[in-house]
């Protein structure tokens, strides 16, 4: 039914729908004085449990490879750079790789790090591998591993440094279970080989 007010012509609906519409836009701006963005940031949401990382010394140009095992025999390498839950993010090759472009114009980074993610947990253990692929200096290089939790808080649960000598030499860092609760255990350094290049028997 549609009434005259003071000369105007009204439909009930559409005063409704203008009635509903005032309430929609007073609840947007209400939910805007609660939002609260301060409170969002710092939040970071890594798709990652575990992060294993290998760095040595800026001023070497020596590449050292990182492989890793999980307890279903997948293994992630530059070789192979997704395998199962484990990913390799970043493969180092010294100074080959520093370099990238950033707005035209070529930007040196001379951080030497490789990194592995565990973006999912499986029962069992993990094992990690350093092989030493290319030496370019008489000296021997010092390298540390460090394993991160990620989740549900950043917390360094493994930290070693290791010193190889000759190109070619490949050395168990850790054999390691992770825990539900974060931790890790069983933790010990019984060799096995990882990479395809020697054909002698593990020990």
């Known amino acids: 039914m549609i009434r005259r007010t003071g000369g105007y012509t009204t439909d009930p ?5 203008f009635n509903a519409l005032l309430g929609f836009t007073l609840l947007f701006f209400v939910s805007l004085v609660y939002f609260n963005p301060e409170a969002r940031q710092g939040k970071v949401n890594l798709k990652a449990e575990y992060i294993i990382s290998v ?3 800026e001023s070497r140009t020596d590449d050292i490879d990182l492989w ?6 997948e293994i992630v390498s530059y070789l192979k750079k997704d395998a199962g839950w484990l990913h390799l993010d970043r ?3 010294g100074a080959v790789n520093d370099t990238v472009v950033i707005e035209g114009r070529e930007v040196v ?3 030497n790090q490789e ?3 565990l973006r999912g947990l499986i029962d069992g253990e993990y094992t990690v591998n350093l092989y030493y692929y290319e030496k ?3 000296e021997p290089i010092e390298a540390l591993v460090k394993i991160e939790r990620i989740n549900p808080s950043v917390q ?3 930290v070693k440094r290791v010193v190889l000598s000759k190109s070619d030499e490949e050395r168990t860092i850790v054999r390691f279970t992770p825990t539900r609760d974060g931790s890790i255990i069983n933790v010990n350094e019984r060799q096995v080989r990882l990479t395809p290049y020697l054909l002698e028997p593990e020990t």
């Open 13 to 17: 609906f559409v005063d409704l729908l």
């Open 55 to 57: 760095t040595w010394p």
């Open 68 to 73: 890793v095992r999980d307890p279903l025999g």
């Open 91 to 93: 493969d180092d090759q």
């Open 109 to 111: 980074y001379p951080i």
């Open 115 to 117: 990194l592995v993610t």
């Open 136 to 138: 370019r200096d008489l």
């Open 156 to 158: 360094t649960v493994f």
